[in-house]
Each structure stands twice: as C-alpha cells, then as structure tokens.
C-alpha cells in the first residue's frame, strides 16, 4: 500500500498514513494527465476574450479622406 507523511502547520513529520491501493496505486496514464490539465485550464481561460465593434473603433464608418 502506498504510505504518505502527515505533517503539521510548522512543517514537522507526525505521523504516516496509509492509502488505499484501489484508488493511488493505479498506473498513471501521462497522455491522459496532459488532455485533463489543459482541459482544465481552458475551462478557466473561457470567456475572457473580447474584440471591439463597430461603434468602439475609433473612426469607424467614416470616409478618412476625401
């Protein structure tokens, strides 16, 4: 079984504890950890992109010369 050091606020080893081996002992898929994490992060980056249109464009639906 996978064993882990359980700390405290102040950084010093109290105790270990022990995992399950049906959930953190399962081989890790490093394709599948890469696809999850820039889904992840791409569901953060949504929705924040803007352009400008006609009416915030600076001179726009004017003739410049003449």
């Not at 049906?22 to 394709?31: C, Q």
């Not at 999850?36 to 006609?54: N, Q, V």
Request: charged content about 30%.
């Amino acid at each position: 079984m996978p064993v882990v050091d359980v700390v405290n606020l102040d950084g010093k080893k109290v105790g270990q504890v022990e995992l399950a081996e049906a959930v953190f002992g399962a081989k890790v898929n490093p394709h599948l950890l890469h696809e999850a994490s820039r889904w992840y992060l791409r569901g953060l980056r949504a929705g924040t992109h803007k352009t400008k249109d006609k009416s915030e464009v600076s001179g726009a639906g004017r003739k410049l010369w003449r």
